[in-house]
C-alpha cells in the first residue's frame, strides 16, 4: 500500500516557467511534509517542508502548499532553472517508536529545458 | 555544522559474501540515525532506525541488519548477500526532529 504517491514520473517545463510536482498522501496521521531534490548517485538534499498546521511555506524560488482535506501537497519552482532538473522526491514524516519516520513518494523527474 | 560520511561510494560483491556499509555523523550529538534503500526505478525504503545506542528499529525483515556501536556510527551489514541485494543505500540522520539529512550513498551491486 503506497501511502505517498507521486503520479507523475516526469515533467518537462521551460527554462523561466513554473514548475508544478504533485504529491497525495492517504496515511492522516501524517504530520509532516517534506521536498527532497536528488541528483544521479547522489543522496537527496532537503529543499522545504511544512507542518500540517499551515497551508503554505516559502524559501526563495520554492514554495509548498498542503491541502489537508484533499490529503495532496505540491512544490512550485518558480522560475525554473536548468540546474534546477534532477528528481524531486515527496516525504511525509509520522511519530514512531522514539523517532520520526519518513515515507517517500517514488519521485518525479524534472527537466528544465534552456 | 553536522556533515554525514559514507563509505564505500561503490561496492560489487559476489552473491553469498558478506557486506559491510559504513555511516558516520560529525558536528552533532544523539541523532536518530537512518538507513534507506532505493532499488533501480523505485522510491526510498526505510530499512533501519536507531534513536540510540545499541538501539536498533527494523521497517523490513530481510538478510540485512544494523548496529550502532558509537553515538554517531551506524552499520548496515548482511552475512550473505542476495542478487536483490543491489542498490542504492543512503544513511540519514536527524536531530530528533523531524527533518532527515542524507549522505551521499553506497551504489551496492551484487553479482
Known amino acids: 500500500d503506497q501511502q505517498v504517491k507521486q503520479n507523475s514520473p516526469s515533467l518537462s517545463v521551460q527554462e523561466g516557467r513554473i514548475s508544478i510536482l504533485n504529491c497525495d498522501y492517504t496515511n492522516s496521521m501524517f504530520d509532516y511534509f517534506l521536498w527532497y531534490k536528488k541528483y544521479p548517485a547522489e543522496g537527496p538534499t532537503f529543499l522545504i517542508s511544512i507542518s500540517s498546521i499551515k497551508d503554505k511555506n516559502e524559501d526563495g524560488r520554492f514554495t509548498v502548499f498542503l491541502n489537508k482535506s484533499a490529503k495532496h501537497l505540491s512544490l512550485h519552482i518558480v522560475p525554473s532553472q536548468p540546474g534546477d532538473s534532477a528528481v524531486y522526491f515527496c516525504?511525509?514524516?509520522?511519530?514512531?517508536?522514539?523517532?520520526?519516520?519518513?515515507?517517500f513518494g517514488k519521485g518525479t523527474k524534472l527537466s528544465v529545458i534552456p | 555544522s553536522q556533515t554525514i560520511h559514507q563509505w564505500p561510494a561503490t561496492l560489487v560483491q559476489p552473491v553469498g559474501s558478506p557486506l559491510s556499509l559504513e555511516c558516520t555523523v560529525e558536528?552533532?550529538?544523539?541523532?536518530?540515525l537512518y538507513w534507506y534503500r532505493q532499488a533501480a526505478g523505485r522510491g526510498l525504503q526505510l530499512l533501519f532506525y536507531s534513536v540510540g545506542i545499541g538501539q536498533i528499529s527494523s521497517e523490513v525483515p530481510q538478510n540485512l541488519s544494523a548496529s550502532r556501536p558509537q553515538d554517531r556510527q551506524f552499520i548496515l551489514s548482511s552475512k550473505k548477500l542476495l542478487l536483490s541485494d543491489s542498490g542504492f543505500y543512503l544513511c540519514?540522520?536527524?536531530?530528533?526532529?523531524?527533518?532527515?539529512?542524507f549522505g551521499p550513498g553506497t551504489r551496492l551491486l551484487v553479482l
Open positions: 516525504a511525509a514524516s509520522r511519530p514512531g517508536a522514539g523517532s520520526y519516520q519518513l515515507t
Open positions: 540519514a540522520w536527524s536531530a530528533t526532529g523531524k527533518t532527515q539529512y
Open positions: 558536528g552533532t550529538s544523539n541523532p536518530n
